[in-house]
């Protein structure tokens, strides 16, 4: 079982930057998958970043792209979202995922990230 806090949303101007954490209570496999999602009022839930725990692979949504780095810290536990040149349209409630080679699923609570323009 693995529990995850998301921290580090706030208020920020557009052009500012804002540094996500997700720390996980228990021990992620490095078979697993860490990734970031968002939902927008109104919206779906979206990806936005996937990091593969063991070996460290990054993968983008075309949105964010260059502006978003995803990384994590095995010894820690913990995942990152790096967000830079943050936009309006990036506005939403951020959730952490980890997802284990069998298909389970575990999500945070949410942490809401609000880019004024």
């Known amino acids: 079982q693995v529990q995850l806090v998301e921290s580090g949303g706030g208020l920020v101007q557009a052009g500012g930057s804002l540094r996500l954490s997700c720390a996980a209570s228990g021990r992620i496999s490095s078979n697993s998958v860490m990734g970031w999602f968002r939902q927008a009022p109104g919206k779906e839930r979206e990806w936005v970043a996937t990091i593969r725990w063991g070996p460290g692979f990054t993968y983008y949504s075309d949105s964010v792209k260059g502006r978003f780095t995803i990384s994590r810290d095995d010894a820690k536990n913990r995942g990152y979202l790096q967000m830079n040149s943050l936009q309006f349209e990036d506005t939403a409630v951020y959730y952490c995922?980890?997802?284990?080679?069998?298909?389970?699923?575990?999500w945070g609570q949410g942490t809401q990230v609000t880019v004024s323009s």
């Open positions: 995922n980890v997802r284990r080679t069998d298909g389970v699923d575990y």
